[in-house]
């Protein structure tokens, strides 16, 4: 037995030696599971369904504390399948380690609460998830921890908002709905000279269309229940970055407990397999329906980052490889009227989602602001404004779609 063991662990060191691993489509499919030493020699990871581990004696407890063995002593410090996915994402991003979370929200807040403490101050700007700004607004105050919402188009004068408390700068890049693109170059050189952790919700993006570390981002966090887990099936949170940093959030994802289960992390990991192919598919789609919706009568403004028309067109061309699968969009009328436009297209679910196969559609005031229309109307979200998650449908279908529902506007 043994000895078989040590000749497949021989012919799958070969095999890793042989791979070229210098491209992103490779590094999704093989990264964190080619080079793993599988009991049956399973061309697939295997789900270890387990809570528990056990050791053979008293000798093994020893050695694992002491480190001379590997293992896992209990599922709430991860699991073989979830640490597979870990790899493959820190590779993807290119970063020291990744850890995955039971969800995005999960990700962010055991991030924060590792990273600040009492009497600290945080920096975030607007236009980001909804509960992403209630946690920094309306729960770390009770931690003692303040922080103060730059707004978008003020990042210039980031400096401004500074406090010598100042420890944490947090972005999304494109942020949500409008999409915006900050300039994380010069965001980074400000944070790194005045010793401010930065860290990027890069969740729109995926580490197809940027990977914010290698421009000196200190953290990159994702909710990875939307492109990476990328079927609508999946909770889970990403956050990846350098070693010296991870080892302090997993602290507190030890003791928080945000951890993802083994079945989900084999549906993260399978699914992470197919992220190059899927986001080039959302990226060629959303920019088409973009264009096309930008040229529509019926429709005010288009929302899209691979538009000339987006405020920060520039600066997408400089950072991003694509530009997701989100358009937002503002019909020319009224919100009662959209909901009526909503109500008539028959190919999009109407839901909150996005990053899946199949396209979504929400009227965003109504679905995620309906009792927080004060804030909605703050953040410049009107009633006409719809946020369209693109799937993997045939483009004619989908304008098809529309059509038939903007007649219903006439
Ligand atoms: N970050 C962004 C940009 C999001 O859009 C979301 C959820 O929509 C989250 C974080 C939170 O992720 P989850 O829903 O997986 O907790």
Redesign the pocket.
Known sequence: MLETDGIQHYILNIQMEEINMANIETIAIHAGERNEKRQHRSVVTPIEQTAAYYFENTQQIKDFYEGRLDGIKYGRYGCPTQHAAERKISDLEKTERALIFS????A?TTTILALAEKGQHILFTGD??R??GRFFTDFLPKLGIESTEVPIGNLENLESYLRDESVLFFS?LPT?PFLRVIDLEKIIAITKERGLICII?S??ATPINIRPVEYGADIVLH????YLGGHHDL???VVAGNSVILDRVQQYRDVLGGIIDPHTSYLLLRSLQTLPIRMKVHNENAQAIAEWLENRKEVERVWYPGLKSHPDYGLAKKYLNGFGGVITFTLRVNETKTSRFVDSLRLPYISTNFGGPQSLIEQHAVLTFYKDRTNAERRGITGNLLRYSVGFENINDVLNDFEDAFRVLK
Do not use: I, L, P, R
Request: include cysteine; proline fraction near 0%; charged fraction near 15%.
């Open positions: 969800s995005g929200m999960a962010v980001c998830y509960n992403t999304e949500n919700d969740t729109f909710s990875a229940t939307k909770f889970a949170g």
